[in-house]
């Protein structure tokens, strides 16, 4: 067979390939990390997943080892979500004194919901931003964009972990 002919028969094979193939600029890889550990489903569970359906009582119970609750991680990951988005932004964060554990132990849970929609919001903000940014702007900040998708995906495993144990995590929803 001719080089022609068999190119000719590959193509659409190799054109439905790429067709499965994701962007693989800096920005859309950047974006896909923040999506995933926000809201859409990949490989792993989102945090939004994560999160749904649980109680403010549930969000309150810890183990006996000292372990933080799941509220305690959301309000972390506002936390520190809030402070590099306003970084990103060239904007002044919010005063932090330096105590990570208060990040933590801030949390109420008579403000659970408030909670869960305030980090909908800022991760949500995120995408926005890095969507907004130029080439430049994320060339100079994708460390700091992809440690925070790694440290929203970090801290989402811990949420799963602590649903699994005090029994309110669905496994249907990943994660069995």
Known sequence: MNKSLICLLLL?????????QKPQTLKGVLLEQLRT???????????????????????????KSGNHSVGQIANHLLFWN???LARFKGEKPAAYNGNNDETFNSFDSKSWKTTVERLDSVLTAWEKAVEAADEEKIKSS???????????????????????????????????
Do not use: C, M
């Not at 659409?12 to 499965?20: M, T, W």
């Not at 926000?38 to 183990?63: C, I």
């Open 12 to 20: 659409p094979l190799s054109l439905a390939f790429g067709a499965d």
């Open 37 to 63: 550990t926000h809201n859409q489903k990949d490989w792993f569970v989102p945090v939004n997943v994560a999160l749904e359906g649980l109680t403010p009582e549930q969000a309150s119970w810890k183990d």
């Open 82 to 84: 809030l402070q590099e």
């Open 142 to 176: 994708a460390s700091l964009i992809a440690h925070v998708g790694t440290h929203n995906a970090y801290h989402t495993g811990q949420i799963i972990y602590i649903r699994r144990l005090q029994g309110s995590w669905n496994a249907e929803k990943g994660v069995k």
